[in-house]
């Protein structure tokens, strides 16, 4: 299983931004998806997490700006809306997901920048 993100970027302070994750592969489902992010010298830490069953959980910092949703038609891909960005959400974005196949492991996607700043 691969994830693939996309959707980083450059965005000036109170700004908005969606990040998408999609995964592919075959044989396999997905008990949850999210976004982490790290900063230099940081913990990767949690932004926001949807279960199979669309239980939703987000950091403190984030909730009420943020939002992440799941593809209808296909939900293996999530996104992340991004709005009243701060400095501080500036940080590169991983996307993991707990993957059911032959085995249950964590699978995470390459890290997309996000930059706030005017």
């Known amino acids: 299983v691969q994830l693939q993100a996309s959707g980083g970027g450059l965005v000036q302070p109170g700004g908005s931004l969606r990040l998408s994750c999609a995964a592919s592969?075959?044989?396999?489902?997905?008990?949850?998806m999210g976004w982490y992010r790290q900063t230099p010298g940081n913990r990767r830490e949690l932004v926001a997490r949807?279960?199979?069953?669309?239980?939703?959980?987000y950091a403190d910092s984030v909730r009420g700006r943020f939002a992440i949703s799941r593809n209808s038609s296909n939900k293996n891909t999530i996104y992340l809306r991004m709005d009243t960005l701060k400095p501080e959400d500036t940080a590169v974005y991983y996307c993991?997901?707990?993957?059911?196949?032959?085995?249950?492991?964590?699978?995470w996607g390459p890290g997309t920048l996000v930059t706030v700043s005017s």
């Open positions: 993991k997901a707990l993957i059911i196949g032959s085995s249950v492991y964590e699978q």
């Open positions: 592969g075959s044989g396999f489902s997905i008990a949850h």
């Open positions: 949807i279960t199979s069953g669309g239980t939703i959980n």
